[in-house]
């Protein structure tokens, strides 16, 4: 896939999994990131559970990347939280 495919589907699944996670969205740049990190996790996971992983500028590509980007948002948000709940001595 184009970096440019790669950038689209990455927009599309951080902004649809952030809306699903937090309900507001971390930012574009975030979202992007978080995106296309969470398109190579889902590719990963559906690869290793036997389906295939993203292939394209299609809706199961981005549905698999939509999947891995929740997994990489949910990781993110607990990482997040727990530094923030931390108390400072």
């Known amino acids: 896939m184009s970096i440019i495919a790669w950038l689209v589907v990455g927009l ?5 999994a952030s809306k699903v996670v937090n309900h ?8 992007i990131v978080l995106g296309i990190v969470g398109a190579f996790v889902g590719g990963w996971l ?6 295939a992983g993203v292939n394209g ?7 698999v990347a939509v999947v891995g980007a929740v997994v ?8 997040v939280r727990g530094t923030r709940s931390t108390p400072r001595l």
């Open 12 to 16: 599309i699944a951080g902004f649809i």
């Open 72 to 79: 990489v948002l949910s990781v993110y948000h607990l990482i």
């Open 46 to 51: 559906f690869n290793t559970f036997g389906h």
């Open 24 to 31: 507001t969205g971390e930012g574009v740049i975030l979202d």
């Open 57 to 63: 500028l299609n809706l199961y590509s981005v549905f």
